[in-house]
């Protein structure tokens, strides 16, 4: 069993795909065990992606991942990180194979629809950031 993050940014929620992401996740044989939709503030986006602050893409990361709001879930499952990976596609969407949520559900690599733990020690980090309670 193992556990992963998935967040559904700000693109999608305004588009309302919330529900459908849902369903296709559970399709895959993977649960939501926790879930909670907020707003990101600056400082919340900015701790989340830390890793990649000085990188060029980061100020445009920060202010799409704060421009609306957020959906966070706890998703558990048999190998819930690759199982998550594949069902959210490329991400570019242009390159996310049809089904994969990224081709089905966002227009660009930076409004690409979601976010996935990479790793496992990824998915420990970023479960533990929105969920400390877990």
Do not use: W
Request: negative net charge; proline residues 4%; contains cysteine.
């Amino acid at each position: 069993m193992q556990t992963t993050l998935s967040i559904i940014k700000p693109d999608a929620i305004k588009k309302g795909h919330t529900e459908e992401i849902c369903s296709r996740i559970e399709g895959q044989g993977l649960k939501i065990i926790s879930k909670k939709q907020l707003q990101l503030s600056k400082d919340d986006a900015e701790g989340f992606y830390a890793e990649h602050k000085g990188k060029d893409f980061f100020t445009a990361l920060i202010d799409f991942m704060t421009s609306g709001p957020v959906q966070v879930q706890v998703i558990q499952g048999k190998e819930a990180i690759s199982k998550y990976r594949d069902l959210m596609g490329n991400t570019n969407p242009k390159e996310a194979k049809p089904g994969t949520l990224r081709h089905d559900f966002a227009e660009s690599i930076d409004a690409n629809a979601v976010h996935g733990s990479d790793s496992v020690e990824s998915a420990a980090r970023e479960v533990a950031y929105f969920f400390p309670e877990n």
